[in-house]
């Protein structure tokens, strides 16, 4: 990228400058204090000791206690014992906990806030998408987890003279690995539905976004949850991951695809459920008839929200042809104009990269579509001279096969732009992937719009915004298809897949099989007789 193209970060850095400093000269040791950190992981499982970073400036952020399997069989142990007694707690005090933590969490965001931005390097207001989102699952589970829960009624096999009731049973002990790119979010949102549903919960968190889960769990001990019920454990993933899945009744993993193969195979061969949210390759569909300046807009918060590493951020963009020049501009002009900073305050727009291997990646995928022939439209450099980790956003035109950028998971600020002149043709593109996590489609015919989305093979499809729409809406399931992934995280089955379904069928009066002085033949022509009424009574 030259300079005549505009870089954006020249307009970078709103606090002055300072990285990792907020509004009065605040930085990293000022937020994260010994005091802080001894409280947070007070009573967290670990015989060594790790530390995690800052993405702003690369500077140790705190020692934390590093767990062995041993560590973490004990912390099993910990949870399997106090999930008994929580367990018999009624759900309507559990879900109770949850809503004094919303309000918590709305009251104190400012702490956590400071966090989620020094740990993963992200902007203030993708750090508060987190609050807003975990403040969502936490509302909604604390109004609706009875409902879910609750004992429900069946017909049974002879009608009135058997009486069936689903109950749902909590699992025990839930195995749940989180991420770091979303560290409030996917850890303490997967884990609330888990606690009112009755489990214990052991989280192996990212070491180098920790402090985030920690303060989560802190706040949640503060609302009433006992603190034996979640326990944490910390340590490279190859070592403690593995042990988590070795001792879990069920698990919970939100991570690459790759190690959630893994996952996968080490929960089957115990016998244990899990679910995966997964990669993804995400597809932004603008139709002809798109509103382009609502488009384009969308589709800067799509690619580039924390930086692009979010699991359903847009890196595929088709446009139609039509109006693919006109968009085009647009979206270039204001991914131009974003801000790049470092301040733990409101103020920038896109922050950083999380680690040297994203930047790699993020690199290696620009650097070598350009070099066969790809056309930068925007970014295309990294930006020591704002942070470490800084990578501009980067719009792509003219990106074919076989560059890696158009089939593999980028997880950063760079989106392919792709011209299309049939719908058909476009789904048919937007499909050609072994993913299917997210989707977005823009028109300004809603019906149309619906029309589209119902033909991608994506868990969520978002018409006329980018995701936040889907991913917010917790009463409906989210989840990918294909690679992305299995099971699904808000509504039923967010809460629902941390229990085992139990039938309790009563048989009242005669029993289901000969009797009253029936023979068997007799026995057998009753109920055939019965079946035939049953059917045309049109019983279920």
Same mark, same amino acid.
């Given at each position: 990228?030259?300079?005549?193209?505009?870089?954006?970060?020249?307009?970078?850095?709103?606090?002055?400058?300072?990285?990792?400093?907020?509004?009065?000269?605040?930085?990293?040791?000022?937020?994260?204090?010994?005091?802080?950190?001894?409280?947070?992981?007070?009573?967290?499982?670990?015989?060594?000791?790790?530390?995690?970073?800052?993405?702003?400036?690369?500077?140790?952020?705190?020692?934390?206690?590093?767990?062995?399997?041993?560590?973490?069989?004990? $912390?099993?142990?910990?949870?399997?014992?106090?999930?008994?007694?929580?367990?018999?707690?009624?759900?309507?005090?559990?879900?109770?906990?949850?809503?004094?933590?919303?309000?918590?969490?709305?009251?104190?965001?400012?702490?956590?806030?400071?966090?989620?931005?020094?740990?993963?390097?992200?902007?203030?207001?993708?750090?508060?998408?987190?609050?807003?989102?975990?403040?969502?699952?936490?509302?909604?589970?604390?109004?609706?987890?009875?409902?879910?829960?609750?004992?429900?009624?069946?017909?049974?096999?002879?009608?009135?003279?058997?009486?069936?009731?689903?109950?749902?049973?909590?699992?025990?002990?839930?195995?749940?690995?989180?991420?770091?790119?979303?560290?409030?979010? *996917?850890?303490?949102?997967?884990?609330?539905?888990?606690?009112?549903?009755?489990?214990?919960?052991?989280?192996?968190?990212?070491?180098?976004?920790?402090?985030?889960?920690?303060?989560?769990?802190?706040?949640?001990?503060?609302?009433?949850?006992?603190?034996?019920?979640?326990?944490?454990?910390?340590?490279?993933?190859?070592?403690?991951?593995?042990?988590?899945?070795?001792?879990?009744?069920?698990?919970?993993?939100?991570?690459?695809?790759?190690?959630?193969?893994?996952?996968?195979?080490?929960?089957?061969?115990?016998?244990?459920?899990?679910?995966?949210?997964?990669?993804?390759?995400?597809?932004?569909?603008?139709?002809?008839?798109?509103?382009?300046?609502?488009?384009?807009?969308?589709?800067?918060?799509?690619?580039?929200?924390?930086?692009?590493?979010?699991?359903?951020?847009?890196?595929?963009?088709?446009?139609?042809?039509?109006?693919?020049?006109?968009?085009?501009?647009?979206?270039?002009?204001?991914?131009?104009?974003?801000?790049?900073?470092? $301040?733990?305050?409101?103020?920038?727009?896109?922050?950083?990269?999380?680690?040297?291997?994203?930047?790699?990646?993020?690199?290696?995928?620009?650097?070598?579509?350009?070099?066969?022939?790809?056309?930068?439209?925007?970014?295309?450099?990294?930006?020591?001279?704002?942070?470490?980790?800084?990578?501009?956003?980067?719009?792509?035109?003219?990106?074919?096969?076989?560059?890696?950028?158009?089939?593999?998971?980028?997880?950063?600020?760079?989106?392919?732009?792709?011209?299309?002149?049939?719908?058909?043709?476009?789904?048919?593109?937007?499909?050609?992937?072994?993913?299917?996590?997210?989707?977005?489609?823009?028109?300004?015919?809603?019906?149309?719009?619906?029309?589209? $989305?119902?033909?991608?093979?994506?868990?969520?499809?978002?018409?006329?915004?980018?995701?936040?729409?889907?991913?917010?809406?917790?009463?409906?399931?989210?989840?990918?298809?294909?690679?992305?992934?299995?099971?699904?995280?808000?509504?039923?089955?967010?809460?629902?897949?941390?229990?085992?379904?139990?039938?309790?069928?009563?048989?009242?009066?005669?029993?289901?099989?000969?009797?009253?002085?029936?023979?068997?033949?007799?026995?057998?022509?009753?109920?055939?007789?019965? *079946?035939?009424?049953?059917?045309?009574?049109?019983?279920?």
């Amino acid at each position: 990228m030259t300079d005549s193209q505009g870089s954006p970060q020249d307009r970078s850095t709103p606090a002055g400058g300072n990285p990792a400093a907020a509004p009065g000269g605040r930085t990293a040791a000022d937020v994260v204090t010994p005091d802080l950190v001894a409280r947070l992981t007070h009573g967290v499982a670990g015989t060594g000791t790790t530390a995690n970073h800052t993405p702003f400036t690369g500077e140790k952020l705190a020692d934390l206690p590093e767990a062995t399997p041993d560590d973490v069989a004990a $912390a099993f142990e910990r949870a399997r014992e106090a999930q008994r007694g929580w367990a018999a707690t009624p759900v309507q005090r559990r879900a109770a906990i949850l809503l004094r933590f919303h309000d918590l969490l709305l009251r104190r965001q400012s702490e956590v806030l400071d966090l989620i931005q020094l740990e993963t390097g992200k902007t203030r207001l993708h750090a508060h998408e987190e609050v807003q989102s975990v403040a969502v699952a936490a509302r909604h589970y604390g109004r609706r987890a009875h409902a879910y829960l609750r004992p429900k009624a069946h017909t049974g096999v002879v009608p009135t003279l058997t009486k069936v009731t689903e109950l749902r049973q909590p699992r025990g002990v839930i195995g749940q690995i989180a991420p770091w790119n979303y560290p409030l979010e *996917l850890s303490v949102s997967d884990a609330l539905p888990a606690f009112v549903a009755g489990n214990a919960v052991v989280m192996k968190p990212d070491t180098e976004t920790a402090l985030t889960a920690l303060w989560a769990r802190d706040l949640l001990i503060e609302a009433g949850l006992p603190a034996a019920v979640w326990q944490v454990v910390l340590g490279e993933g190859p070592v403690v991951g593995p042990a988590v899945v070795a001792h879990a009744d069920y698990v919970s993993f939100t991570g690459s695809t790759r190690t959630g193969r893994e996952v996968a195979q080490g929960a089957a061969a115990r016998l244990v459920g899990a679910s995966l949210e997964l990669g993804g390759k995400n597809a932004m569909l603008v139709l002809a008839d798109a509103d382009l300046d609502k488009a384009a807009a969308g589709a800067v918060r799509g690619c580039f929200s924390s930086a692009g590493q979010l699991c359903i951020s847009i890196e595929r963009l088709y446009v139609h042809d039509s109006i693919a020049d006109a968009f085009l501009e647009r979206f270039a002009a204001r991914t131009k104009a974003l801000r790049l900073g470092t $301040a733990l305050a409101y103020g920038a727009d896109m922050g950083s990269l999380v680690g040297e291997r994203q930047l790699e990646t993020v690199s290696r995928h620009v650097e070598e579509a350009v070099a066969k022939g790809a056309r930068l439209v925007a970014g295309g450099r990294p930006r020591p001279d704002i942070g470490p980790l800084f990578y501009e956003p980067t719009i792509l035109d003219g990106v074919e096969p076989p560059m890696a950028v158009c089939t593999e998971e980028t997880f950063g600020p760079v989106v392919s732009v792709y011209r299309f002149t049939d719908e058909k043709e476009a789904v048919r593109r937007a499909n050609a992937t072994p993913y299917g996590l997210n989707a977005s489609v823009w028109s300004k015919d809603g019906r149309r719009g619906r029309a589209v $989305a119902a033909r991608l093979r994506a868990g969520t499809v978002n018409v006329n915004e980018a995701y936040a729409a889907a991913y917010g809406s917790v009463q409906s399931p989210m989840g990918g298809m294909g690679d992305s992934g299995l099971g699904r995280r808000h509504g039923s089955e967010g809460i629902l897949k941390y229990t085992e379904a139990q039938t309790v069928a009563q048989q009242r009066i005669a029993p289901l099989a000969p009797a009253f002085g029936l023979d068997d033949e007799k026995y057998a022509r009753l109920m055939t007789r019965s *079946l035939r009424a049953l059917k045309a009574l049109r019983f279920r």
